[in-house]
């Protein structure tokens, strides 16, 4: 018997496509969607031409011309929004989807749901976590259902952050503590890059660090402390590590990765 547990998350999904889609898609995110193949996925910043965050997506390729960005719920209009100023001459179209987010959780939740179309790597690279992305009546059901606010305390204690919740619409890169999985530094030219690429090379960090913690009672909201002044705020938990908004100048908690 499977200790796989699963539940329907709180994300929206975009549906990207045409014959420009890779190529635009490639112009305007951080990461490399260039070397994307199909059936898989990658995570990615999509930074204003400033630098600053606009969102934290996942993308995954599902065909040679279909692409889907799945972002933290409350964020997809402003996406669409963001990646339509770009689009010029492109022929690539963009639009919501009443597609879900199916979560699987659990031992072997990787092989146990086996290949398929909308297979997507929710976090950094586990053998226990994988997320299917779809049409729900095409979604698996493998194990037992659960409850979202399930599947987001496994995402605090995976230490990956949230967008509007860890990670604020408006942050310094830096401040994602993520930059190693969403961010390519040798893929060339996208809006933002030229912060993203001055703090990397005169290693400076952002003002404000996302963070992992030992939870040991800490709850959303929490001050965290350091030589009795306070040093940051909880923003997510999880049954074993929290996550919190630190100053640079503290040394309190682990970077994410």
Known sequence: MTNIVWADIAREVIVVQGDDAQTFLHSQL????????????????????????SALVRVIRHEDTVFTLDVDAGFADAVIVRLQRFVL???????????????????????????????????????????????????PTLGEVSEPERIDYLRADARWPKLGVDVLVGDIPGTTGILSVA???????????????????RGTTAPVVVRALPREGLGVGARVMENDQSVGTVTSIGAHIALARIARTSTVGEPLV
């Open 30 to 53: 951080a990461n490399d969607i260039a070397s994307l193949d199909v059936g898989t996925s990658i995570h990615s910043l999509l930074l204003e031409p400033t630098g600053h965050v």
């Open 89 to 139: 001459r492109a022929k690539v179209t963009m639009r919501r989807s009443d597609w879900v987010v199916r979560a699987f959780r659990g031992p072997d939740a990787v092989r146990e749901i086996g290949v398929g179309p909308g297979r997507a790597i929710p976090y950094w690279d586990s053998a226990d976590e994988i997320d299917v992305v779809g049409d729900v009546s095409l979604a």
């Open 183 to 201: 961010v390519s530094f040798t893929k060339g030219c996208y809006p933002g890059q030229e912060l993203v690429e001055r703090m990397d090379s």
